[in-house]
């Protein structure tokens, strides 16, 4: 798994091998900034949150990921999803599958506009396990072989990482080909090893939230370093070398 590291300003990007940086610090910037890899998340968590849905056209979006698809290596930017966590559906008054649905449909918005040539990164939708797979299904021969997949409305469920690992499990069951990235995972369900492996990229600012919560700077670029180490220093687990993840799905 490569863990990107979530940022509150970009020009912090330059400290990190990959960094997650959302399109709401990029809306009123004017001038480039220094990073390598990096992917543009759409801020979709905080536009639902406050305006229960998009006040924008997807082409405002768009317009935004092309500004920025020559500064450094942008290698992906997350298409505007609608999460399903209870909170959010009493917001927007809707569904699982009415939110699922509109996530197909600004995705298909997306990839009609001229993004630069940028991977536009869709996601994958859901609460329980059979919700996700649902997903793929709704989302039929769009999701190609080998696609790099979020797996969205998960970050809240950073407490109990079996929870995690079952949404996980039940996507590679049915396509272990596809890359799942996973949204603002905690150190606790990173602590998970198949969480971990059936992971192809996460992301995550809770070095923010831990820094604050000890007393310390939230907006440190070294603190946001500090967990990054820590995360990627992990060892391997012994249960890795007598059985992979992988198989467990398929078990």
């Given at each position: 798994?490569?863990f ?20 709401k ?15 543009m ?36 930017a ?28 600004r ?26 797979v649902?997903?793929?299904?709704m ?13 969205g ?87 890795q ?11």
């Amino acid at each position: 798994m490569r863990f990107f590291t979530g940022l509150h300003q970009p020009s912090d990007a330059q400290h990190f091998d990959a960094a997650f940086v959302s399109v709401k610090r990029l809306a009123k910037r004017k001038s480039g900034f220094s990073v390598g890899d990096w992917i543009m998340d759409s801020g979709a968590f905080t536009t639902i949150l406050t305006h229960g849905g998009y006040p924008e056209r997807v082409e405002v979006y768009a317009a935004e990921i092309k500004r920025w698809s020559t500064n450094g290596n942008l290698l992906a930017a997350v298409a505007q999803d609608y999460m399903c966590e209870a909170h959010m559906l009493k917001i927007t008054g809707m569904t699982i599958e009415q939110h699922q649905q509109l996530t197909i449909e600004r995705y298909d918005a997306l990839l009609k506009c001229d993004v630069g040539g940028v991977y536009i990164m869709p996601v994958l939708q859901g609460y329980s396990p059979a919700d996700y797979v649902r997903h793929i299904e709704m989302y039929g021969d769009r999701l190609k072989h080998g696609a790099w997949v979020g797996v969205g409305s998960v970050c809240k469920r950073n407490g109990d990482p079996r929870a995690i690992e079952a949404v996980l499990m039940a996507i590679k069951a049915v396509r272990p080909d596809l890359k799942l990235h996973g949204f603002g995972l905690k150190s606790t369900a990173l602590s998970s090893w198949i969480v971990r492996e059936l992971l192809h990229t996460a992301d995550s600012m809770a070095w923010s939230f831990a820094a604050r919560k000890q007393g310390r700077n939230a907006n440190d670029w070294r603190e946001a370093k500090a967990w990054t180490e820590r995360i990627n220093g992990r060892p391997e687990p012994a249960q890795q070398w007598l059985f992979s993840a992988e198989e467990l799905c398929t078990a």
